[in-house]
């Protein structure tokens, strides 16, 4: 038997939307989604994001008039986030209904998609004499998904949807009579699963979708078990599970089951002091999201647990001062956290190495002045970056780069990336600029290289240099976002030129950049290539009064 811990002593917060109580459904980073039952709208609810660095609410998909915040649904509920931004590249999954529909539609929603195709219905298919009435996906990670539905004839089951080949495939728990799907994390799907021998009324599973093994968790003392979502635990091998179990007299209650790399379990409680009931949604990174439900009806709470999320992390000053060393370096599954300061003065030194599935969470400072060196280099399936300190890379030097085996990688810059960026890694890849990207250090002509789908929003800016003929450019191998600012500074006037090529994007893309300026004109337009046109400068070395406008062709 797995030992258990007790945390009673646990801090948990209720996080109140002014219209009504929300429930929450996941968690991934900052991202809260749920939904709340909107006032005299008829027992309709809708979907909401919270996010815990800004401390705002959001309406999502998107806001609409009778607070579904779903186009033409009657009601809506979502689950699965992913990091970045609803006008950024952030993705959520979910559930709604129409007036017509029969039952609930699953639906995929990705903001970084071009207009027309952001929403996706998920709809498992209906077979001969077997009709579909429920698709309700749960959770995602990279380009799975995984959920439950159920039929007019009473049948139902988990299932597995890849949105790069819009396939299903069924998962069934071993002698299952029936099995749901909750989470998914890298390769590893959880949920529970019914026996036919009724020695307990369900059980928790980890399924391993690389070998397809099952396995099997019970919760000490449980007459059921079920995971309702799961994440990494800091370190490979290792993963948090929200359970939900029911004691011998019918209590519900909620834990996190921490699964060790060798294995062995780790259980801790998650009892609402005064509570009759618990219920856990979602885990991340040791914040766990659920409700409990007291003398004052179903309140939500926002938890942190220790002890259950070691990721690798640097508190402290490191320098890297070696040719080709490598400051941090993780494997597959490991996060790393950087608080301090580090510091890469070798030649094609690394500060921080991740690898698949790994999480980079930079707070602290990242500094490059070795050539060659890189800030921060992705390597993988499906790993991540969060920004929200500040990445800098001397010339010759890079900020953020991928090394050969990256695919699908997402990075999210909230702080400052000031350096050379470049990002290849698939078509799949994506990049929030949600903060300042751009190189300060004199001079122009640098090229960032990004794949996949560049997404600037409101709150982003991209710094591009001109110096004579030079000026700095982004270009992407995919589609362009556009929102926010291009801040363009100019050294000297000699041999400026009438344009400037500043942006280019294969795929094409939508939106526009503005001008700091205070006249609110816009800067940069759809128009391939995007070019930077000097009509006027009214002040040389200032921007104002230099506007981007497409080039007349």
């Given at each position: 038997m797995a030992p258990k811990s007790y945390a009673q002593q646990l801090n948990y917060i209720n996080i109140p939307y002014p219209a009504a109580e929300p429930n929450f459904t996941g968690i991934r980073g900052a991202n809260i989604v749920g939904n709340y039952i909107i006032p005299n709208g008829g027992g309709a609810s809708g979907g909401l994001l919270f996010n815990t660095q800004t401390q705002s609410w959001t309406s999502i998909p998107t806001s609409t008039a009778n607070g579904v915040n779903y186009p033409g649904a009657t009601t809506a509920l979502p689950y699965g986030p992913t990091f970045g931004s609803p006008d950024g590249i952030f993705r959520v999954v979910g559930s709604y209904k129409t007036s017509s529909s029969t039952g609930n539609v699953g639906y995929l929603f990705d903001a970084a998609a071009a207009p027309g195709a952001q929403y996706t219905n998920i709809v498992y298919p209906s077979s001969s004499g077997v009709t579909v009435n429920n698709t309700i996906p749960h959770s995602q990670f990279g380009n799975n998904i995984v959920g439950n539905y159920d039929t007019a004839q009473g049948q139902g089951g988990a299932f597995i949807y890849n949105v790069l080949t819009r396939t299903y495939t069924s998962l069934s728990g071993p002698g299952a009579i029936g099995t749901s799907a909750y989470g998914i994390y890298g390769d590893k799907i959880t949920g529970g699963y019914t026996d036919p021998l009724g020695r307990n009324a369900q059980h928790g599973y980890l399924y391993d979708m690389t070998t397809g093994v099952f396995t099997t968790y019970d919760h000490p003392g449980a007459i059921a078990t079920h995971f309702q979502g799961i994440t990494g635990g800091g370190r490979n091998g290792e993963y948090n599970l929200a359970a939900d179990w029911i004691d011998g007299s019918g209590g519900t209650h909620a834990a996190i089951l921490h699964i060790r790399a060798d294995g062995t379990t780790q259980w801790t409680e998650l009892d609402v002091p005064g509570a009759p009931l618990t219920s856990i949604d979602s885990i991340y990174a040791g914040n766990a999201v659920g409700f409990y439900v007291g003398a004052q009806g179903m309140k939500n709470y926002f938890v942190t647990v220790p002890g259950v999320y070691n990721p690798i992390r640097n508190t402290g000053t490191l320098t890297v001062s070696e040719r080709g060393a490598v400051g941090i370096a993780g494997i597959s599954g490991d996060d790393i956290v950087n608080d301090g300061s580090i510091g890469v003065t070798g030649a094609n030194?690394?500060?921080?190495?991740?690898?698949?599935?790994?999480?980079?969470?930079?707070?602290?400072?990242?500094?490059?002045?070795?050539?060659?060196?890189?800030?921060?280099?992705?390597?993988?399936?499906?790993?991540?970056?969060?920004?929200?300190?500040?990445?800098?890379?001397?010339?010759?030097g890079t900020a953020i780069s991928t090394g050969q085996t990256a695919s699908g990688t997402m990075v999210v810059n909230t702080g400052i990336i000031d350096g050379r960026v470049a990002f290849a890694a698939g078509p799949q890849a994506r990049f929030e600029n949600s903060g300042w990207l751009g190189i300060s250090s004199t001079g122009a002509g640098a090229a960032h290289q990004m794949t996949g789908v560049f997404a600037q929003t409101a709150r982003g800016t991209l710094a591009l240099r001109v110096e004579g003929a030079s000026a700095d450019r982004l270009d992407v191998t995919g589609t362009a976002r556009l929102a926010g600012t291009l801040s363009t500074s100019f050294s000297g006037t000699d041999g400026l030129q009438k344009s400037y090529t500043l942006l280019t994007a294969t795929g094409g893309g939508n939106g526009q950049l503005r001008d700091p300026a205070d006249d609110g004109a816009p800067v940069l337009l759809l128009r391939w290539p995007w070019l930077y046109d000097k009509r006027s400068l009214a002040h040389p070395g200032l921007v104002h009064g230099a506007h981007a406008r497409p080039l007349q062709q």
């Open positions: 030194a690394i500060g921080i190495k991740s690898d698949t599935y790994g999480v980079v969470t930079n707070n602290g400072f990242v500094r490059v002045s070795g050539t060659g060196a890189s800030g921060i280099q992705l390597n993988g399936l499906d790993g991540t970056l969060l920004n929200a300190g500040s990445i800098i890379a001397a010339p010759g």
